[in-house]
């Protein structure tokens, strides 16, 4: 039963959340774009008024959402429901004008195999569990906006596991460059059904690469998945 049910049978709206529900509302209002602006949350002080909780537990329930990777915190910007923004989004808007898909991916197939590499060798258990989740949702996602909010997380997760902030930055800017760019608002037209399942199960190999630790394999699977990538993406566009 919600706790939208529960209220409407007569329980004091007013009683504060226990913190689990909290967090599973959190999630709701999230999925909902109830406390969004954009891509990021509302600010702390209206979430706190938003859900009736002190800003204490309001951040306990932001923790977990972050821990499970649902929520990508940035000093000074907020907190988004994609992973951020590179910190020079705005700079890389007029290089984006410039590159083609198959600049981006020659720079992707040179940089995310290392950083898968790295990744299979100094993520942590959290990190691990946190890829697993977003390889699953890379695998259950139900259309194209929903496999691209996923594919988005699942190579921005492994970036991070990478523990390089160097590395990280570049990818950032990759991703960035990617998102302006106006060659990649035509992968709803490329990315049929069956094709997004295919990237799916490598993404699959990928990850269970990483999480045995095994740092070669994971930067070959990664690279198949990128040649796979550029092959789909390069040719429905007569590059």
């Given at each position: 039963?919600?706790?939208?049910?529960?209220?409407?049978?007569?329980?004091?709206?007013?009683?504060?959340?226990?913190?689990?529900?909290?967090?599973?509302?959190?999630?709701?209002?999230?999925?909902?774009?109830?406390?969004?602006?954009?891509?990021?949350?509302?600010?702390?002080?209206?979430?706190?008024?938003?859900?009736?909780?002190?800003?204490?537990?309001?951040?306990?329930?932001?923790?977990?959402?972050?821990?499970?990777?649902?929520?990508?915190?940035?000093?000074?910007?907020?907190?988004?429901?994609?992973?951020?923004?590179?910190?020079?989004?705005?700079r890389?808007?007029?290089?984006?004008q410039?590159?083609?898909?198959?600049?981006?991916?020659?720079?992707?197939?040179?940089?995310?195999?290392?950083?898968?590499?790295?990744?299979?060798?100094?993520?942590?258990?959290?990190?691990?569990?946190?890829?697993?989740?977003a390889?699953?949702?890379?695998?259950?996602?139900?259309?194209?906006?929903?496999?691209?909010?996923?594919?988005?997380?699942?190579?921005?997760?492994?970036?991070?596991?990478?523990?390089?902030?160097?590395f990280?930055?570049?990818?950032?800017?990759?991703?960035?460059?990617?998102?302006?760019?106006?060659?990649?608002?035509?992968r709803?037209?490329?990315?049929?059904?069956?094709?997004?399942?295919?990237?799916?199960?490598?993404?699959?190999?990928?990850?269970?690469?990483?999480?045995?630790?095994?740092?070669?394999?994971?930067?070959?699977?990664?690279?198949?998945?990128?040649?796979?990538?550029?092959?789909?993406?390069?040719?429905?566009?007569?590059?």
């Amino acid at each position: 039963m919600t706790d939208r049910s529960l209220f409407a049978n007569g329980m004091d709206s007013s009683a504060p959340l226990p913190q689990e529900r909290l967090a599973a509302r959190l999630r709701e209002d999230i999925a909902k774009g109830a406390v969004l602006r954009g891509d990021r949350l509302l600010p702390e002080r209206e979430l706190a008024q938003h859900f009736g909780v002190s800003r204490a537990r309001l951040r306990q329930a932001l923790d977990q959402l972050e821990r499970e990777g649902a929520l990508f915190r940035r000093r000074g910007q907020g907190t988004f429901v994609q992973p951020p923004p590179a910190t020079d989004a705005t700079r890389l808007k007029s290089l984006a004008q410039r590159v083609s898909a198959q600049h981006v991916m020659e720079v992707r197939l040179q940089i995310e195999p290392a950083l898968a590499g790295l990744a299979a060798l100094r993520a942590d258990a959290p990190a691990r569990k946190v890829l697993a989740q977003a390889t699953l949702a890379t695998l259950e996602a139900v259309d194209q906006k929903s496999y691209d909010a996923a594919d988005d997380v699942f190579h921005y997760k492994i970036a991070e596991m990478a523990q390089n902030p160097l590395f990280l930055t570049v990818y950032e800017a990759i991703r960035s460059v990617r998102a302006q760019a106006s060659w990649a608002r035509t992968r709803a037209a490329i990315y049929s059904p069956e094709v997004t399942a295919v990237l799916g199960q490598q993404h699959q190999a990928l990850a269970e690469a990483i999480l045995r630790g095994d740092s070669p394999a994971a930067s070959q699977a990664m690279q198949d998945h990128l040649r796979c990538v550029a092959d789909t993406l390069l040719q429905n566009q007569g590059q």
